[in-house]
C-alpha cells in the first residue's frame, strides 16, 4: 500500500535552484512505488468547502508575480484523473464533508512544481484537493481520513505546503538563501518533528496552541494543513519517515515526511 506525503514546495523559484530541498525532490519519485495516479493537496487552492479539480485537460497555473522568466517558460500537463475526482467526491460526501468539482482549474505551483522534479515525464495522472484554511487542522485530519481508502487503490496522497512559512521575513530584503536558520523556527520545526515521529494525533491536531512560535511560522495555516491530510489518510497505526530536512532563507524548512 502506498505511504501518504507531505513535502515542503518552497518558493516557486526552488524549480530553478540549485539547493537541497530542489534535489531532494528529484529523487522523489525513486522513494516510493510508483502510483496509478496522484491527489494533491496543495496549500495554494483554498476554498470554502472542499473541492476537486476535474478539467478536461490540466493547465499550468502561474499562481505568482515578478518572477523570473524562466519560470513562465515552464509547464506542467500530466493527464487528469478523471475516475479519482468523481471517486473522491464519494468519498468526502460519505464523511459528511461534501465536496464540489472544478472543471476548469489546472495545476497551481505547489502542485506543479514539484511533480515537475519528481515525474517529469507527467506520464501519471493528477488532480487537486482544495484546503478550507479556515477549519484549522482538525477537519483537515478529517478530511484525510475519509480519503483513506484511496491509499488501497494505488493513489498517492501528496500534501504539499511548507514546514515553516513566514514570507512576512522578506519584507525588509530577501536574505540570501543560504542564511543560517533562526532559533525560532528550529524550536518549532524540532517540536513538530517529535511529534510527528511519535505520530501523536492530538497534539499535532492543537499544534497551534502547543507548538512553540506556532503562529509566527505559520501567520496563516494553509501551507501546513496538507501534512495534516496526510496524516488523516495515513491513520492509527502509522510509521512515519523523515524524507528530508533543509533550510533556505533562515526560516523557510523544506522538511518532507512519509507515512506508511
Not at 23 to 35: A, C, D, K, Y
Not at 122 to 141: M, R
Not at 207 to 233: I, K, Q, S
Request: with cysteine.
Amino acid at each position: 500500500m502506498l505511504p501518504t506525503l507531505f513535502i515542503s514546495h518552497g518558493s516557486p523559484t526552488t524549480i530553478l535552484q540549485d539547493t537541497p530541498g530542489r534535489h531532494f525532490l528529484e529523487s522523489l519519485g525513486t522513494l516510493i512505488p510508483r502510483p496509478k495516479a496522484i491527489l494533491s493537496i496543495s496549500a495554494h487552492w483554498e476554498t470554502a468547502t472542499p473541492e476537486v479539480s476535474n478539467p478536461p485537460a490540466n493547465e499550468t497555473i502561474y499562481d505568482f508575480y515578478n518572477f523570473p522568466p524562466a519560470l513562465y517558460a515552464l509547464t506542467y500537463t500530466p493527464p487528469v484523473a478523471h475516475g479519482l475526482a468523481k471517486r473522491v467526491a464519494e468519498l468526502l460526501g460519505a464523511a459528511s464533508l461534501p465536496c464540489k468539482t472544478d472543471e476548469a482549474r489546472g495545476l497551481d505551483h505547489g502542485t506543479w512544481v514539484p511533480m515537475k522534479l519528481a515525474y517529469p515525464a507527467a506520464d501519471i495522472p493528477v488532480i487537486q484537493l482544495s484546503v478550507q484554511t479556515h477549519l484549522g487542522a482538525k477537519h483537515h485530519i478529517a478530511l484525510g481520513s475519509a480519503l483513506r481508502k484511496l491509499r488501497e487503490e494505488d493513489v498517492l496522497i501528496f500534501g504539499s505546503g511548507t514546514f515553516t512559512h513566514d514570507l512576512r521575513r522578506f519584507r525588509p530584503g530577501r536574505p540570501d538563501i543560504n542564511t543560517p536558520e533562526t532559533a525560532d523556527v528550529t524550536e518549532f520545526s524540532n517540536w513538530m518533528d517529535e511529534k510527528i515521529m511519535a505520530a501523536d494525533m492530538d497534539a499535532l491536531a492543537d499544534y497551534r496552541r502547543l507548538a512553540p512560535h506556532a503562529v509566527e511560522e505559520h501567520p496563516t495555516e494553509e501551507h501546513l494543513l496538507p501534512l495534516h491530510v496526510a496524516l488523516g489518510a495515513a491513520g492509527p497505526g502509522t510509521t512515519p519517515k523523515k524524507l528530508h530536512s533543509s533550510v533556505e532563507y533562515g526560516f523557510m524548512r523544506m522538511d518532507a515526511y512519509a507515512f506508511w
